[in-house]
């Protein structure tokens, strides 16, 4: 069992940068493969960004390619997202979620309750 919690979101200006921060449980976090996802109302849940177990490579959406930046840290249990040039069309529910390398939802196990990113104009 693994829980992940987020952190980090807020409101940002576009143009501008934030980093938002997934803590896991476990002993094992090093044994998962790590994605963000993002989801704004009454749109589904979209892929932003995966990363492997070693964090030697990553797979991003289109929409955010060059301007998001997945890492991780496996001796502090947490991934990042790091955010920038960001646009209102970037506003959404940020989630992380463990323990799959895919850019389809339902293939990961655990899941955080999410952090809100507004971006204003």
């Known amino acids: 069992q693994v829980q992940v919690v987020e952190s980090g979101g807020g409101l940002v200006q576009a143009g501008g940068s934030l980093r938002l921060s997934c803590a896991a449980s476990g002993r094992t976090f090093s044994l998962y493969a790590m994605g963000w996802f993002r989801q704004s109302p009454g749109k589904e849940r979209e892929f932003v960004g995966c990363i492997d177990r070693s964090g030697g490579s990553t797979d991003y959406a289109d929409s955010v390619k060059g301007r998001f930046t997945i890492s991780r840290d496996n001796a502090k249990n947490t991934v990042y997202l790091q955010m920038t040039n960001l646009k209102p069309e970037d506003t959404a529910v940020y989630y992380c979620?463990?323990?799959?390398?895919?850019?389809?939802?339902?293939?990961?196990?655990?899941w955080g309750q999410g952090t809100q990113v507004t971006v204003s104009s």
């Open positions: 979620a463990a323990n799959g390398y895919s850019r389809q939802w339902r293939a990961y196990d655990y």
